[in-house]
């Protein structure tokens, strides 16, 4: 099903604007991620696709229909909390068929719809436990089950791994992917980790302020970063504030060349990730900046190097180089790649 | 340290046996002074069987009527919060602030037959002063606090997200309710049901004004108790008091019972799905 949002805005009572004026459309089968800082309005619009929030202004379509003022029980949408939510005085199976008892659904096809998805999320053995006698992983799937279950046409995620070990998390981003490219439903899930939408979603939504920054595939939005927010918020960089010259700007001693639109003497921020930084030993008196502190972080280590004119760069060498950037080294630096945008 | 520790715990237990335990021990010896026979004839007769069956009733309607009052009462004030809900709040613990005297003193005045809506409630054939209603009324004021207050931080405490993730599935408002809220909501209302059924077991000051005293229409326990030692039959009054205290800690134990029948179903069914193996 595809979901689309027209010019949608959602205001608190107290007037503060959580959305203002989104539009987007993604496409059937995709599995996209609301991805943003908090107070971006990530949450809110996925509340609005379940009708949970309704938008004081706009439209929300699912699957080419108008549900804006349809409530939540007649959108078939399902939902997977944070906390997930679970009927802590229900069994798991009970859990798993709330949904379908709800839709009256005959008492045999119930019981053998819970029975398939508890076997395809490893729960058989679990189906007359409570949820507190459960881990947070099992609850996460209990959950899933549940949404799961009256065969949504949306399946919606609240920061569906915010409340789990890492080790489980990597495992579970896994499992809710095989889930979504198994069940063919079209997923949105909304989360603040960059490195979980990047990997997990078709394609990101970036939000900031209730705006949309950009949407596009993980690569996109990593590779070609359509706002200085987009650009600064995912992945690691170095920001700077540079003004024009000569339709130039001076990086690292080097000379950038600039939009031509952009007039001389106004200022541009100049965004470098650490990967795109190449360091060459040299003297002290050739040298761009030196090396202030190194850290191993596995198949690369991250060195913070201060230029002469006091900026402190973080810049991501090979592991296998790193005893050449040592802390007191003086570097040259070559800046192989970089983004420009207004300020 | 070691002294000052015994001699704390030695000023608390003192302290209890002064307040608790000799009062309730001079009640009990009181009552079997005459021997069983005597206490059994004490709260046997027919004026105290039926006191105690009117206090049974008549606190079992108000316990019902002001735990649904209170559920309702917890709701707006935790959850609609509209405008004056704040007094509200403070307006719900006005039963405790005053002498139930007094409380049904203000029964009296307003519903009594000189007043307007007294006259206008009999001439539609409605006595509530002097009535078993007014007992009724008279509870229901003074027990609705308890109930209230019961409720208020469990309702606090639900995770709004459960009845969201119920909306979702499909659930209607009154089948969230239903399947949703009250389940959760089970062990305080357990809670405000006792209490209240205890409070209104054991109130005096506000149903000795309204009830009108009549022995076998309109005499609770409570107000049975005090007549006989007006009658200076101090054996008689222990033996009633007995039978009430007896009542009151047995509702408590049910409610104990019942609350730990809940959890024992939850470990056999926990038991049973891991194949009976687990003892429970």
Same mark, same amino acid.
Request: hydrophobic fraction near 50%.
């Given at each position: 099903?595809?979901?689309?949002?027209?010019?949608?805005?959602?205001?608190?009572?107290?007037?503060? @604007?959580?959305?203002?004026?989104?539009?987007?459309?993604?496409?059937?089968?995709?599995?996209?991620?609301?991805?943003?800082?908090?107070?971006? $309005?990530?949450?809110?619009?996925?509340?609005?696709?379940?009708?949970?929030?309704?938008?004081?202004?706009?439209?929300?379509?699912?699957?080419?229909?108008? &549900?804006?003022?349809?409530?939540?029980?007649?959108?078939?949408?399902?939902?997977?909390?944070?906390?997930?939510?679970?009927?802590?005085?229900?069994?798991?199976?009970?859990?798993?068929?709330?949904?379908?008892?709800?839709?009256? &659904?005959?008492?045999?096809?119930?019981?053998?719809?819970?029975?398939?998805?508890?076997?395809?999320? @490893?729960?058989?053995?679990?189906?007359?436990?409570?949820?507190?006698?459960?881990?947070?992983?099992?609850?996460?799937?209990?959950?899933?089950?549940?949404?799961?279950?009256?065969?949504?046409?949306?399946?919606?995620?609240?920061?569906?791994?915010?409340?789990?070990?890492?080790?489980? @998390?990597?495992?579970?981003?896994?499992?809710?992917?095989?889930?979504?490219?198994?069940?063919?439903?079209?997923?949105?899930?909304?989360?603040?980790?960059?490195?979980?939408?990047?990997?997990?979603?078709?394609?990101?939504?970036?939000?900031?302020?209730?705006?949309?920054?950009?949407?596009?595939?993980?690569?996109?939005?990593?590779?070609?970063?359509?706002?200085?927010?987009?650009?600064?918020?995912?992945?690691?960089?170095?920001?700077?504030?540079?003004?024009?010259?000569?339709?130039?700007?001076?990086?690292?001693?080097?000379?950038?060349?600039?939009?031509?639109?952009?007039?001389?003497?106004?200022?541009?921020?100049?965004?470098?990730?650490?990967?795109?930084?190449?360091?060459?030993?040299?003297?002290?008196?050739?040298?761009?900046?030196? &090396?202030?502190?190194?850290?191993?972080?596995?198949?690369?280590?991250?060195?913070?190097? @201060?230029?002469?004119? $006091?900026?402190?760069?973080?810049?991501?060498?090979?592991?296998?180089?790193?005893?050449?950037?040592?802390?007191?080294?003086? &570097?040259?630096?070559?800046?192989?790649?970089?983004?420009?945008?207004?300020? | 340290?070691?002294?000052?520790?015994?001699?704390?715990?030695?000023?608390?237990?003192?302290?209890?046996?002064?307040?608790?335990?000799?009062?309730?021990?001079?009640?009990?010896? #009181?009552?079997?002074?005459?021997?069983?026979?005597?206490?059994? #004839?004490?709260?046997?007769?027919?004026?105290?069987?039926?006191?105690?069956?009117?206090?049974?009733?008549?606190?079992?309607?108000?316990?019902?009527?002001?735990?649904?009052?209170?559920?309702?009462?917890?709701?707006?004030? %935790?959850?609609?919060?509209?405008?004056?809900?704040?007094?509200?709040?403070?307006?719900?613990?006005?039963? *405790?602030?005053?002498?139930?005297?007094?409380?049904?003193?203000?029964?009296?005045?307003?519903?009594?037959?000189?007043?307007?809506?007294?006259?206008? *409630?009999?001439?539609?054939?409605?006595?509530?002063?002097?009535?078993?209603?007014?007992?009724?009324?008279?509870?229901?004021?003074?027990?609705?606090?308890?109930?209230?207050?019961?409720? =208020?931080?469990?309702? =606090?405490?639900?995770?709004?997200? =459960?009845?969201?993730?119920?909306?979702?599935?499909?659930?209607?408002?009154?089948?969230?309710? *239903?399947?949703?809220?009250?389940?959760?909501?089970? /062990?305080?209302?357990?809670?405000? *049901?006792?209490?209240?059924?205890?409070?209104?077991?054991?109130?005096?000051?506000?149903?000795?004004?309204?009830?009108?005293?009549?022995?076998? #229409?309109? %005499?609770?326990?409570?107000?049975?108790?005090?007549?006989?030692?007006?009658?200076?039959? =101090?054996?008689?009054?222990?033996?009633?008091?007995?039978?009430?205290?007896?009542?009151?800690?047995?509702?408590?134990?049910? %409610?104990?019972?019942?609350?730990?029948?809940?959890?024992?179903?939850?470990?056999?069914?926990?038991?049973?799905? %891991?194949?009976?193996?687990? /003892?429970?």
């Amino acid at each position: 099903m595809t979901i689309e949002f027209v010019g949608v805005e959602n205001i608190y009572p107290g007037g503060a @604007r959580s959305v203002r004026g989104v539009s987007f459309q993604i496409r059937e089968g995709e599995m996209v991620g609301l991805l943003g800082p908090s107070g971006s $309005g990530k949450t809110t619009i996925l509340r609005i696709i379940a009708g949970l929030e309704r938008p004081t202004k706009g439209d929300v379509w699912i699957g080419g229909k108008r &549900v804006t003022d349809l409530p939540p029980q007649k959108r078939n949408v399902g939902l997977v909390f944070q906390n997930y939510a679970l009927f802590q005085h229900m069994t798991v199976y009970d859990n798993v068929s709330f949904g379908l008892r709800e839709k009256r &659904v005959p008492k045999d096809e119930m019981d053998a719809r819970v029975r398939e998805l508890l076997r395809f999320m @490893r729960l058989e053995s679990y189906a007359n436990r409570f949820p507190h006698e459960l881990s947070g992983g099992q609850q996460q799937r209990v959950a899933l089950a549940r949404a799961l279950a009256p065969r949504p046409q949306v399946l919606l995620f609240d920061e569906p791994f915010a409340a789990i070990d890492t080790q489980i @998390r990597r495992e579970l981003r896994t499992f809710v992917r095989q889930v979504h490219d198994e069940m063919g439903v079209t997923s949105v899930f909304v989360t603040h980790d960059q490195e979980e939408a990047l990997e997990v979603a078709d394609r990101v939504l970036v939000l900031h302020e209730g705006n949309v920054e950009q949407f596009g595939t993980p690569e996109e939005v990593y590779e070609k970063p359509g706002t200085l927010f987009v650009a600064s918020f995912i992945g690691e960089s170095n920001v700077w504030t540079r003004a024009v010259q000569n339709g130039r700007i001076e990086v690292a001693g080097a000379a950038l060349p600039v939009d031509p639109a952009v007039s001389d003497g106004s200022e541009v921020a100049v965004v470098v990730r650490p990967k795109d930084v190449e360091l060459q030993p040299a003297s002290e008196r050739e040298a761009h900046a030196q &090396v202030v502190r190194s850290a191993f972080k596995g198949s690369y280590s991250a060195c913070w190097i @201060r230029t002469k004119d $006091g900026e402190v760069w973080e810049v991501h060498v090979p592991s296998a180089d790193r005893h050449r950037w040592s802390p007191g080294a003086w &570097v040259h630096m070559n800046v192989t790649r970089w983004f420009i945008f207004p300020r | 340290m070691r002294f000052g520790r015994m001699a704390l715990d030695s000023l608390i237990s003192g302290a209890l046996i002064l307040i608790f335990v000799l009062p309730l021990g001079a009640v009990i010896q #009181q009552a079997f002074s005459g021997g069983w026979s005597s206490f059994v #004839q004490a709260v046997m007769s027919p004026i105290a069987i039926r006191a105690f069956e009117l206090t049974l009733a008549i606190s079992f309607v108000t316990a019902i009527l002001n735990t649904a009052m209170g559920l309702l009462i917890a709701v707006v004030l %935790e959850r609609w919060r509209p405008v004056g809900s704040g007094a509200l709040d403070a307006v719900i613990d006005l039963p *405790l602030a005053i002498p139930t005297t007094v409380s049904g003193l203000m029964l009296v005045l307003l519903y009594g037959p000189v007043s307007p809506v007294g006259r206008w *409630l009999t001439e539609h054939g409605v006595a509530v002063v002097y009535t078993r209603l007014g007992i009724l009324f008279a509870l229901l004021f003074v027990t609705v606090p308890y109930a209230v207050r019961a409720l =208020q931080p469990a309702i =606090q405490a639900l995770d709004v997200r =459960q009845e969201e993730a119920a909306w979702v599935l499909g659930a209607s408002g009154r089948r969230v309710w *239903l399947k949703v809220i009250v389940p959760a909501l089970r /062990h305080a209302l357990g809670s405000a *049901l006792i209490l209240t059924f205890t409070r209104a077991m054991i109130e005096f000051g506000s149903v000795v004004i309204v009830s009108g005293n009549k022995p076998m #229409q309109t %005499e609770v326990a409570s107000v049975y108790i005090y007549g006989l030692l007006e009658n200076y039959d =101090q054996r008689g009054a222990a033996a009633a008091a007995v039978i009430l205290m007896f009542l009151c800690a047995l509702a408590f134990v049910l %409610e104990a019972r019942l609350l730990a029948l809940l959890g024992r179903r939850r470990a056999v069914r926990w038991a049973a799905a %891991e194949g009976g193996t687990r /003892h429970v």
